[in-house]
């Protein structure tokens, strides 16, 4: 009884009994738990050796990991699952869950990361990013694009040597203006660019197969907004690409590059997409820079819900 009752204790705070519920379904280690839970390094272990003391969690050594893990009893376990019913976070932490699994399987993006760190610095007759990017967009099949915030239209002009038509949006008259002067030189019939906001597009309902997001998420006042109209001129079965930064703490990036969001978690973009009726989401980190600040690329690409009214 004793130890039943110093349980429940323990289970009377929120944070403990959301650690505890993700240690049951899942082995996880203090810093994956730090990214599912948001909290900081010295609550968690300080949170773990309680459980641990009660006879809650265990430590199980793999290698240089530390991984902890649910041994509790079924009463126990049944206080966890209906705390699952009643905990607001319990969505958003299953959510996370779900991305840190994904991450520890995906031994093939291990082996390109890997690859990437070397690729431009040691020397193969013929390698390059530029031809390996040049050979997938020509696999793209024909298309009609939406670069929402094109900025100079690099990508938009990459991107018209294959697709049907491609429309750059920016908020900028002066990037607008510099973007298609280059498309007019460079005698590109296929691309177009327009004066809008990401949040107000100047492109009719359903007619896009592609929306795309490069890097200009973080620039929109209501990300979530700016992600409905996306879905909004997309036709049915269409799909959205959002490649933006991970949440970060370099506040510099607000005056040197105007960002209004310091990136998304990718809990953050995924709920973005739910809510715009987005569905097979595909997210992942695809890039860490090696200097200071260490910012985090995170790619994510869903597809738009077929409606009866569509």
Sequence with gaps: MPGLLKALRLLGDESRLRMLRLLEREELSVAELQEILGMGQSRISMALSQLRQAGLVELRRAGQKSLYRYCGDDTVANILHQSALELAETRDDDEALRLILKKRKDRVRSYFDELAGRFGRDYVP???????????????????????????????????????????????????EYAAGVAKRSRVRNV????????????????????????SL????????????????LKPGGRIVILDLQRHNFEEAR????????????????????????????????????????????????????????
């Design 192 to 215: 177009e660019f327009r004066l809008g906001d990401l949040e107000d597009l100047p492109i009719p309902d359903a007619s896009v197969d592609l929306a795309l997001f490069s890097q």
């Design 126 to 176: 013929g390698r390059s990013w530029k031809g390996l990017s040049e050979m997938l967009l020509k696999l793209l099949p024909p298309m009609r694009i939406a670069d929402i915030g094109a900025g100079e239209g690099t990508l938009s002009l990459l991107l018209a040597q294959r697709a049907e038509h491609v429309i750059g949006i920016d908020n900028s008259e002066k990037m607008v």
């Design 218 to 233: 973080h620039h929109a006042i209501h990300p979530q907004k700016a992600v409905h109209e996306a879905s909004r001129i």
């Design 255 to 310: 005056e040197l590059y105007a960002d209004v969001w310091l990136g998304f978690t990718q809990v953050e973009i995924l709920d973005f997409l739910r809510k715009a009726r987005f569905r097979a989401a595909d997210i992942a980190t695809v890039h860490r820079e090696d200097e200071a600040p260490h910012l985090e690329t995170v790619l994510a690409v869903a597809e738009k819900v077929f409606t009866a009214r569509a």
